[in-house]
């Protein structure tokens, strides 16, 4: 049974964030482009970490794209040479930038497991699609996976656990370097909703909505046939000869069908994925503060990473 600290969480957190299904996908398009121009020029959001200026060091770096250069941070702790890298991809629909509960979490790989953790700020729908980034994301592991002697960690949440997954696809494919783990916090994972119980869990998820979802689906897609193209939905792909992965997933999620589907397809492909599903939580729980679940998952992951 979930905590009463989560259950608090699930009744405030999607009220403090004002979730609500979309009036029409006109009018949410119209918001979010809004609010993209209101936050352009807007440094990395380290709020949500104590002394974070004295604690970890930041580099920015530019990453040149067919969309448009966008930043990638370079985040470590003050007083390390972290050999291992973690590209973290953040989640967010593709319509959300950074927020700083992904910060908090990059900090506590940086800090807690002495990880250089890379956090690029791609591009985001509706006004970009997969294809304006996907490339540029794809030479960005890449790189670091040259240039890290200690191996490297592809990870995200959500909509960026989703392109983590299809980032190692691509890795694999062009034959260049792979990550040594891969770590997926309720992975979005099936832009397509193919599975039929996703309806289902619409109605027991209080901070995801089906129409948000299929509307942002199509906008990140660019068009309904590239919905269910690996690099979009990568659970649809080719999951053979991937490297070991750990993915976690509350049952109180909008996304569970497509992760269930991805735990399925990787046992049928032969891929090492370790599927850890905990009944009744929500949403990336494993990034939520406070809760002794996200501790629970947090144990895990550590042991996973070292």
């Known amino acids: 049974m979930p ?18 299904e979309l009036d029409s996908p006109e009018t949410e398009r119209a918001r ?29 770096e ?30 967010g629909g593709y319509t959300a930038g950074i927020d700083p509960f992904h910060v908090r979490y990059a900090a506590r790989l940086a800090s807690r497991l002495g990880l250089r953790v890379v956090v690029p700020d791609y591009p985001l729908a509706p006004e970009h699609t997969w294809r304006d980034s996907h490339d540029a994301l794809v030479d960005l592991a890449a790189s670091w996976g040259e240039r890290s002697p200690g191996g490297t960690v592809l990870a995200g949440d959500s909509a960026g656990g989703g392109l983590a997954l299809a980032l190692a696809l691509s890795l694999r494919d062009r034959g260049l370097p792979q990550p040594d783990r891969l770590l997926l916090h309720s992975p979005w994972v099936d832009l397509s909703t193919s599975t039929p119980e ?29 919905l269910t193209r690996p690099e979009v939905s990568p659970a649809l792909g080719d999951l053979a000869g991937l ?16 992760t269930r589907l991805l735990a399925r397809r990787a046992r049928e492909a032969g891929w090492r994925l370790t599927y850890v599903e905990e009944p009744g939580l929500l949403h990336v729980y494993p990034l939520l503060p406070l809760v002794p679940e996200a501790r629970r998952a947090w144990r895990r992951t550590e042991e996973f990473l070292r």
């Open 62 to 91: 530019e990453v040149p794209a067919p969309g448009g250069s966008f930043p990638s941070y370079v985040l470590t702790a003050r007083g390390t040479s972290p050999t291992r890298t973690v590209v973290y991809l953040h989640g």
């Open 3 to 20: 905590s009463l600290t989560h259950q608090a969480l699930a009744w405030s957190l999607p009220r403090l964030r004002r979730s609500r």
């Open 32 to 60: 979010i482009e809004q609010r993209h121009r209101g936050s352009v020029g807007r440094p990395l959001p380290t709020n949500a970490v104590i002394r974070f200026a004295r604690r970890f060091s930041v580099v920015r």
């Open 198 to 226: 996703t309806e289902a869990y619409d109605a027991v998820d209080p901070w995801l909505f089906l129409g948000k979802l299929r509307a942002y689906a199509l906008w990140w897609a660019g068009s309904p046939e590239d």
């Open 243 to 258: 490297p070991p992965a750990l993915v976690f997933q509350g049952t109180r999620d909008l996304l569970t069908p497509g």
